[in-house]
């Protein structure tokens, strides 16, 4: 079984910067891609990047592109979110998820079947 723990979240002032970690256990081998994912009050829960495990393509939305950035350490089993200028509208609790399955779409909830917990991340105005 895989599982995903997130940290590294927390409270920032616009403008500012934070580093999201998600570790995993179990069954890497068998991951295709991981991606964060957030759910704002009052919005659904929405694609923010994604990287595939093995080439290290990456993805992400368009509200993030130039400020976020998503790596991982494959010695670690471990996906980074680098956050940069941060805005009060990028307040949310952000969830890491793995999805095994290649033909689904990264973008999508729907094709991830691994869930952290979800941490939060607050940026102040």
């Known amino acids: 079984q895989v599982q995903l723990v997130e940290s590294g979240g927390g409270l920032v002032q616009a403008g500012g910067s934070l580093r999201l970690s998600c570790a995993e256990s179990?069954?890497?081998?068998?991951?295709?891609?991981l991606g964060w994912f957030r759910h704002a009050p009052g919005k659904d829960r929405e694609f923010v990047a994604a990287?595939?495990?093995?080439?290290?393509?990456?993805y992400s939305t368009d509200s993030v592109k130039g400020r976020f950035t998503i790596s991982r350490d494959n010695t670690k089993n471990t996906v980074y979110l680098q956050m940069n200028s941060l805005k009060p509208e990028d307040t949310a609790v952000y969830y890491c998820?793995?999805?095994?399955?290649?033909?689904?779409?990264?973008?999508?909830?729907?094709?991830?079947?691994?869930w952290g917990q979800g941490i939060q991340v607050t940026v102040s105005s």
């Open positions: 179990g069954r890497s081998f068998s991951i295709y891609a």
């Open positions: 998820a793995a999805t095994t399955y290649i033909g689904g779409s990264v973008y999508r909830t729907t094709s991830y079947s691994y």
């Open positions: 990287i595939r495990w093995n080439s290290g393509i990456t």
